[in-house]
């Protein structure tokens, strides 16, 4: 037999008893209380447990969703940001093209404009420099014609009158080949 003092304590308070003997009234009764206490657990705690449980996952289930759809929007704002980046691009693009090409236009137009008003400019300056030219070839004719109706008279003083010796040198004068200016470019 076993000698520990506890053991024999035990079995003396049980009247002879030993662990390992089954009592049927507390088998039962054990039995009626594990039923009671885990119909009571079942009613008043498994179920909000499981209420519990179901409203987390829910819950759970609920933000995953969202995240999913927060996810999903964000990715249709990214590609509706890089479409319009795309446009916004392409336009600016086209504004510059445009803008340089007018540019061009423009130069283009005052270039023209500044050689036709050059070769106007140049064209006046010309028909001036011919026109003071011929001005001056005339009063260059006139002076001639003056002086050699001077030294005429002063040569022959008794012979012509003035009107005649003036008419002499015209003709002579005329008789001459025109002079001309000489062309500049």
């Known amino acids: 037999m076993i000698n520990f003092p506890l053991f024999h304590l035990a079995t003396a308070e049980a009247g002879g008893k030993s662990f390992t003997d089954v009592d ?3 088998f039962v009764a054990t039995l009626v209380l ?3 206490f885990a119909a009571l657990l079942a009613k008043f705690g498994w179920r909000p447990l499981l209420r519990i449980i179901e409203e987390r996952e829910k819950n759970v289930r609920d933000a995953v ?8 929007d964000a990715e249709a704002l990214l590609e509706q940001h890089r479409v319009l980046m795309r446009d ?3 336009e600016r693009e086209q504004i510059l093209k445009k803008a340089i090409e007018e540019a061009e236009h423009v130069r283009d137009e005052i270039v023209t404009q500044a050689r036709t008003e050059g070769e106007h400019a140049l064209e006046r300056a010309r028909v001036e420099i011919a026109r003071e030219t011929n001005l001056a070839l005339s009063e260059i004719r006139d002076q001639v014609a003056d002086l050699a109706v001077l030294a005429a008279s002063r040569i022959v003083t008794s012979s ?3 009107e005649a010796q003036r008419k002499l ?3 002579f004068i005329t008789t ?5 200016a000489p062309d500049r470019p």
């Open 88 to 90: 916004a691009t392409r």
């Open 65 to 72: 969703e969202g995240a999913q759809k927060a996810n999903a």
């Open 34 to 36: 594990f039923g009671l």
């Open 176 to 180: 001459l080949p025109p002079l001309q």
């Open 24 to 26: 049927f009234v507390l």
């Open 169 to 171: 040198v015209d003709d």
């Open 160 to 162: 012509l009158t003035p």
